[in-house]
């Protein structure tokens, strides 16, 4: 990737550094059942992993949000859950039921995972990959992604959603080697599959690390930014010029040690956390997204046209890139979007 291949990309421009006015703009979650010509697509796909590994269907419904909304980055249409099937963890959506994994027991289950695997079994995703950057408009940024392996851990070790993460807590507290060895696993097969998805086209890659906010200080600093700076670390040595976003949610105070120990080139900010605030003590590090609240996007209004403005406004003096605090909700109204870019594409 060189820089003057790139220029025109508002998105890209902001990530090397520069503030960028009205900032570019796009949305965690911005392909899903929000719109109807998702649902259709995914009615077709059959399954939810049958779609993320189609990529005719995959780059479809990662293209449908831009035609709608022009967004200045597409995010390759896939999810963080693909890493442990990969690894040859089983993985299953159940309709209404999220994601069902076959939880892992004990260390032999760990052992079984095979990382040597994730290049072949996740070959279409790196295919989709490579048709997004044929065909997405020359002035959109391709962004690919991953799990951070703290978040993807607690699904593989409690088999699917939690509210207080008590299995995967109890491993990392009670059994440290067997949970240091999948961490490590992961780390190494996250690192992996994010360099695939650059050679195959992504310019941009984020983790999104949404169960952060879970950890105590000691464990964040272990299992958060720890992870997340090697990650960081190899990918801006081996693809140089290709930034790294993290999205730690939830970080609370130690967004600011994150931002400063993991190097990242741009960090998301979760909802709770004061733009003014990451104006301050972020912005002078790294580029700043986020962070409208995403039910106010449900809600719409004056509220909503509110909220944006005051947001651009406290972070216009540094590099930002609007976007949500999380991702959109299905009960999303797609008219309530579309007033949203016209709002950020104004300006403050
Ligand atoms: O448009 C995009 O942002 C790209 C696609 C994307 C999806 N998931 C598609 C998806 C991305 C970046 C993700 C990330 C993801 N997946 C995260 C991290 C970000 C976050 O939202 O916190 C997490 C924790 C997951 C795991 C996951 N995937 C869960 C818990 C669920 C079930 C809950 C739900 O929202 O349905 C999913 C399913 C999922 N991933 C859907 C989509 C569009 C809905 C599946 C469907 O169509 O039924």
Not at 79 to 86: A, N, R, S
Not at 164 to 184: E, I, N, Q, V
Not at 249 to 275: N, Q, R, W
């Amino acid at each position: 990737m060189t820089l003057s291949a790139n220029i025109d990309k508002p998105f890209l421009r902001v990530l090397a550094g520069e503030s960028v006015s009205p900032p570019p703009i796009w949305l965690m979650r911005q392909a899903g059942r929000y719109l109807p010509e998702y649902r259709e697509t995914r009615e077709k796909a059959g399954g939810f992993l049958d779609l993320c590994y189609t990529p005719d269907l995959a780059v479809e419904v990662t293209l449908q949000p831009l035609r709608r909304y022009h967004f200045d980055a597409a995010i390759l249409f896939s999810d963080i859950l693909v890493i442990p099937h990969g690894l040859g963890q089983d993985v299953a959506f159940k309709q209404g039921e999220g994601p069902v994994l076959d939880a892992l027991k004990d260390v032999d289950a760990i052992d079984r995972l095979d990382p040597a695997g994730i290049r072949d079994r996740l070959a279409p995703v790196f295919k989709t990959v490579a048709g997004l950057a044929k065909a997405i408009p020359e002035s959109t940024a391709l962004i690919g992604f991953a799990g951070a392996p703290w978040t993807v851990a607690t699904y593989m070790l409690e088999g699917g959603s939690s509210k207080d993460f008590a299995t995967a807590k109890s491993w990392m507290y009670g059994r440290p080697k067997a949970f240091a060895r999948l961490m490590a696993l992961l780390v190494e097969a996250t690192t992996d599959y994010l360099i695939a998805q650059i050679d195959a086209g992504a310019e941009v890659v984020q983790l999104f690390d949404t169960w952060a906010g879970a950890l105590p200080e000691t464990q964040f600093r272990a299992w958060v930014i720890d992870p997340i700076a090697q990650i960081t670390q190899v990918i801006h040595e081996k693809r140089p010029g290709v930034p790294v976003i993290g999205f730690p949610k939830g970080a609370g105070v130690l967004y600011e040690d994150f931002v400063k120990l993991t190097k990242v080139d741009c960090v998301g900010i979760d909802t709770a956390v004061p733009p003014s605030w990451a104006a301050k003590h972020l912005q002078p590090h790294c580029a700043v997204q986020g962070n409208l609240d995403p039910i106010l996007l449900v809600a719409g209004g004056e509220a909503m046209d509110a909220a944006a403005r005051t947001i651009m406004e406290a972070l216009r003096g540094g590099p930002h890139i609007f976007n949500l605090g999380h991702g959109i909700v299905p009960q999303t109204p797609p008219e309530h979007v579309a007033r949203l870019v016209d709002v950020v594409r104004q300006g403050v």
